[in-house]
């Protein structure tokens, strides 16, 4: 069984049991088709192809980064971004913890007021840089990079900046390359077979997490274990491959819009990871779900109306915790002004359930079809489960649709036209 738990319950009067069995051929065809591709599927075996030597130097660089910097300021765009600030909220403490190192991310905004407030606030702070590009000239984080590099350079002189940054980028190619040969920056490596949103794996991500105090034996360790069950289990059993063919046939079926609901803050950023994944590798051709996500309780109270009574064309996936890492009892109050002591005992945990619980009545009330991937608490382990479940199921599920999961040519339309407007 799958370390993700899947219950799809309350999508059942939707889908026939045949309409879904047709699946289980569809997902072998889809799993060879997968394996066969020589582009970018590099991710599916990465967990189990750990290259030891740029592990064990992202490592060491974590380990000095930790000993000689207050702050790491990642500076990347999409794939290069998200999912090691995911992962970061996943496992870090809500609020500051004095001994762990800030990690700062830039790079995904041009926003002036950003940047010149981060310059301020380092003015005063011991930072290194992770720049972090596959093709090595994306504008926003390059922008943000040549602003940052210069207060680096300027605090500390040439020589001991360019120690202080380590680039994440292609093995050969690209300016961000080509700078760090000129400049001796350490250099971590992208691979060729793996794109973007598919390089939470690789140093991409596991540079700021290993520095923000993440175990990354451990998270890899996660991705294996799944990716041992995603391939050899049977589709009965496979919550990934089942979770991928539920989305085609519910898309199929009029669902367009698939929203992510969690009712952690430390899950928020995840569903931006997931919104980037399975946006830009299934939204093509005229094709594909729109992924949003939902942060609950707060958006019940505002988006939860569209949920129970808006178009009819959204299905719900929650993805929740069965036991959060830490918890909180709600004591008895003498007075009872507020009339709450009927929650006396009670966890605040458990009430979270509920709202879980009456949620997914009340939005299956909504005839809005909604499942449930359970994952046992925030963890290394966990998080690496995680990963690696919505990046395989996000292959299979823009296979069956027909169209290529490793491209963006959408985006890179915006790109070619911010470089002639600004070059005009
Ligand atoms: O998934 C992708 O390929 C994109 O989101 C890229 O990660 C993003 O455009 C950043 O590209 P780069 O790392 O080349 O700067």
């Known amino acids: 069984m799958s370390n993700v738990k899947l219950d799809y319950e309350n999508v059942k009067q939707y889908i026939k049991d045949e309409e879904l069995n047709k699946y289980e051929i569809k997902t072998k065809l889809a799993m060879s088709e997968l394996k066969q591709r020589n582009d970018f599927t590099g991710f599916i075996d990465l967990p189990n192809k750990i290259d030891k030597k740029e592990f064990e130097n992202i490592k060491t660089y974590a380990k000095e980064i930790k000993e000689k910097a207050q702050v790491l300021v990642v500076i990347g765009i999409g794939g290069s971004y998200l999912g090691a600030k995911a992962g970061i909220d996943f496992l870090s403490s809500y609020f500051p913890n004095k001994n762990n190192i800030e990690v700062i991310f830039a790079g995904f905004n041009l926003s002036g007021t950003y940047l010149k407030e981060l310059v301020a606030y380092l003015e005063k702070k011991d930072f290194y840089i992770n720049i972090i590009s596959k093709s090595g000239g ?85 991705a294996n274990d799944e990716r041992k069950k995603i391939w050899s289990e049977k589709f009965e059993e496979n919550s990934c491959a089942k979770y991928a063919a539920i989305r085609q046939i519910l898309y199929l079926k009029g669902k367009e819009i698939e929203v992510m609901s969690s009712f952690e803050p430390n899950l928020r950023f995840f569903g931006e990871w997931w919104k980037q994944l399975f946006g830009e590798s299934e939204c093509k051709n005229g094709r594909g779900l729109f992924p949003a996500s939902l942060n609950l309780s707060s958006d019940l109270h505002s988006l939860g109306q569209l949920m129970q009574e808006g178009r009819r064309n959204i299905f719900e996936t929650f993805l929740v915790l069965k036991k959060g890492n830490k918890d909180i009892k709600i004591n008895k109050d003498k007075e009872n002004k507020d009339k709450l002591n009927y929650l006396e005992n009670k966890s605040v945990n458990y009430l979270n359930q509920v709202v879980h619980s009456a949620t997914k009545k009340a939005h299956s009330s909504g005839l809005v079809p909604n499942l449930t991937l359970t994952i046992e608490k925030e963890n290394s382990y966990n998080l690496g489960i995680l990963f690696y479940f919505f990046e395989m199921a996000c292959a299979l599920s823009a296979t069956h649709l027909g169209v290529n999961p490793f491209d963006q040519p959408g985006v890179e339309e915006y790109k070619k036209n911010i470089k002639e407007m600004l070059r005009r």
């Open 138 to 222: 994306t504008l926003e984080p390059a922008v943000s990079f040549r602003i940052l590099k210069e207060l680096l350079e300027k605090k500390y002189g040439e020589k001991e900046a360019n120690k202080r940054i380590i680039a994440t980028t292609d093995k050969q190619k690209g300016i961000l390359k080509e700078m760090s040969k000129e400049k001796g920056y350490r250099t971590l490596v992208v691979p060729d077979d793996i794109g973007g949103r598919y390089s939470v794996l690789t140093a991409v991500g596991l540079l700021p997490l290993a520095t923000s105090g993440a175990n990354i034996d451990e998270l890899i360790q996660g």
